[in-house]
């Protein structure tokens, strides 16, 4: 497999369930991205990446926990989610942090019910 | 006042027309200014970059900035049905952070 992948491409969740979403890229990238895609609205940068270690969390609400095991693997782990957290969240990958290019996944899209 | 503007659309047009898509950007100091597509179902790809002012031409598909405007347009030629997309311009600022505009949806009608 090639690009970047995620999983699951849906997820229906109550507010009081836990859920993770994975991604997985195959690039040999440094950096990778949580960004949340909402209807209408500009792409909203979570959390940044670089070589496992988180360099950026832009105010984004505790139930959202990133995780970063290794450079080719991110996760973001859901709890306690609101319905305005609704939306397609998608990550992606460059070669170093803010590089030009980014590769993004096809985002999982997320609906709290 | 948002640092990239881009108006949401959507766009309609027949197919082999000119498609002018457009973005205005607040800050004067940003370098890079790129468009994005992202078809229905899949994440945004990056179509094409520039740095600073002036055109940049891949096929059919032309980016243009003007600096002294701060405005940011697509061209697309002979538009095509396999154009129909949202289209996402971004620019970086000087922390590299990317920023992005609303997007654009456009459809090119056979």
């Known amino acids: 497999e090639t690009g970047v992948t995620q999983t699951p491409r849906h997820l229906v969740m109550g507010m009081t369930n836990k859920k993770s979403l994975k991604c997985e890229q195959h690039l040999g990238h440094n950096a990778m991205y949580w960004y949340k895609q909402s209807a209408k609205k500009p792409l909203e940068l979570m959390f940044v990446?670089?070589?496992?270690?988180?360099?950026e969390n832009n105010s984004v609400p505790s139930r959202f926990s990133p995780e970063c095991p290794n450079s080719s693997h991110l996760f973001l782990h859901l709890h306690t989610l609101q319905p305005e957290d609704s939306a397609l969240y998608l990550c992606?990958?460059?070669?170093?942090?803010?590089?030009?290019?980014?590769?993004f996944g096809s985002g999982t899209r997320l609906t709290v019910v | 006042q948002k640092e990239v503007e881009q108006d949401p659309g959507p766009l309609s047009v027949p197919e082999g027309a000119i498609v002018s898509l457009n973005c205005t950007y607040s800050?004067?100091?940003?370098?890079?200014f790129m468009w994005y597509r992202q078809y229905s179902r899949k994440g945004p790809e990056l179509l094409m970059y520039?740095?600073?002012?002036g055109n940049k031409e891949d096929g059919r598909f032309t980016a243009q900035v003007d600096k002294s405007s701060k405005y940011i347009s697509l061209f697309i030629r002979d538009s095509q049905p396999s154009d129909s997309a949202t289209y996402l311009c971004?620019?970086?600022?000087?922390?590299?952070?990317?920023?992005f505009g609303q997007g654009t949806e456009l459809s090119v009608k056979p």
């Open positions: 992606a990958s460059s070669q170093a942090v803010r590089e030009v290019g980014y590769t």
């Open positions: 971004a620019t970086r600022d000087q922390g590299g952070k990317l920023i």
């Open positions: 520039t740095y600073s002012s």
């Open positions: 990446y670089s070589l496992e270690e988180r360099v």
């Open positions: 800050n004067s100091a940003f370098q890079y």
